[in-house]
């Protein structure tokens, strides 16, 4: 028996750090939602009770590494699950990227194996699985748009923002996300605006939208990476509303509501980046069915 489910990259239109926690972690509160870019995840029964990964992504780990992995491994373990499965990623969503692949393939493989392997979980409860696996597995599990809180596990549902385009460019460089964090001055740092941002989704106001994306982590990542800020600068001149870089980077994005604009942007950005997308915002949660 086959199974193969969507796993959408999300972006953050928010993302703010308020402290750094006992435990290592930061404290953060970030509104993301997911686009409708996405890795394509397919679960296949095996006879022999073993975990398998496959892809043709060089950057895709096959063993205790991949997300995907761990996410079997756990109901395995949890549930005492004597079944095997061989996971298959096909990947789209550029890796290390700031914008959640790996944490949405595990989410894609908990929902998956849990139709699959017939656990009758409820989302919430896979998604207190995923914080287990990592920080953004939670709200990639429920999808849609959401306030983050915590180390990213304290998921509260938002309305879909505003219809627009999003066009991302990441460049051919990865970021250290722990690096980006032992870098961050919390004291020097001018603090993203969650309820501004909250503010506009609920009133579906897209121009307050906008007016209120903000990432705390930008400045690091741009001191560290300048073709990061090059980027910015380029999406901004060819006409995006509003230009922010996702998570810890590099990844780049712009968001636009007319299609000439957002050819514009594309077309313009292609010459000079790796990697360029233009997609829509998907805006609606997860389900079982």
Same mark, same amino acid.
């Not at 894609?108 to 207190?128: F, I, M, P, S, V």
């Not at 001055?185 to 897209?206: L, Q």
């Given at each position: ?12 239109? =928010?993302?703010?750090?308020? !402290?750094?926690?006992? #435990? ?10 997911? +686009? ?16 398998? +990964? ?6 895709? *780990? #096959? #063993?205790?590494?991949?997300? =995907? ?10 549930? !005492? ?23 949405? #393939? ?36 429920? @999808?849609?748009? =959401? &306030? ?18 999003? /066009? ?17 001055? /919390? ?6 605006? /969650?309820? @501004?941002?909250?503010? =506009? +989704? ?23 990476? *300048? ?13 995006? $509303? ?6 810890? @980077? ?7 509501? !007319? ?14 980046? $790796? ?12 389900? &079982?069915?």
């Amino acid at each position: 028996m086959r199974l193969l489910v969507k796993a959408p990259a999300k972006i953050n239109l =928010a993302l703010d750090v308020l !402290h750094k926690r006992p #435990d290592g972690y930061h404290e953060v509160e970030m509104i993301m939602t997911t +686009i409708d870019l996405a890795d394509r995840v397919e679960l296949s029964l095996l006879n022999e009770d073993k975990i398998h +990964i496959h892809s043709h992504n060089r950057y895709v *780990p #096959d #063993d205790q590494r991949n997300l =995907a992995f761990q996410a079997a491994q756990l109901l395995k373990d949890r549930f !005492h699950v004597k079944k095997g499965v061989l996971i298959s990623i096909e990947k789209t969503i550029p890796v290390a990227a700031g914008l959640a692949g790996g944490s949405s #393939d595990a989410a894609a493989t908990l929902r998956g194996l849990n139709k699959l392997w017939d656990l009758g979980l409820t989302l919430d409860q896979l998604a207190e699985l995923g914080s287990e696996i990592g920080s953004d597995v939670s709200f990639c599990v429920y @999808g849609g748009t =959401a &306030l983050a809180k915590g180390r990213g596990e304290m998921i509260t549902e938002l309305p879909a923002p505003p219809t627009c385009w999003v /066009i991302l460019a990441k460049p051919f460089i990865g970021v250290s996300t722990a690096e980006v964090y032992r870098r961050l001055d /919390i004291n020097e740092m001018t603090h993203a605006n /969650i309820p @501004g941002m909250i503010e =506009a +989704i609920n009133e579906h106001d897209y121009k307050k939208v906008c007016k209120n994306v903000g990432n705390v982590l930008e400045d690091v990542t741009l001191n560290l990476h *300048p073709e990061v800020a090059l980027i910015k600068e380029q999406m901004k001149r060819f006409g995006a $509303d509003a230009v922010l870089m996702s998570g810890s @980077g590099p990844t780049v994005f712009g968001i636009v509501q !007319h299609d000439s604009r957002m050819h514009r942007i594309y077309n313009g950005l292609r010459g000079f980046c $790796d990697q360029v997308f233009a997609v829509r915002m998907l805006g609606e949660r997860h389900s &079982l069915d």
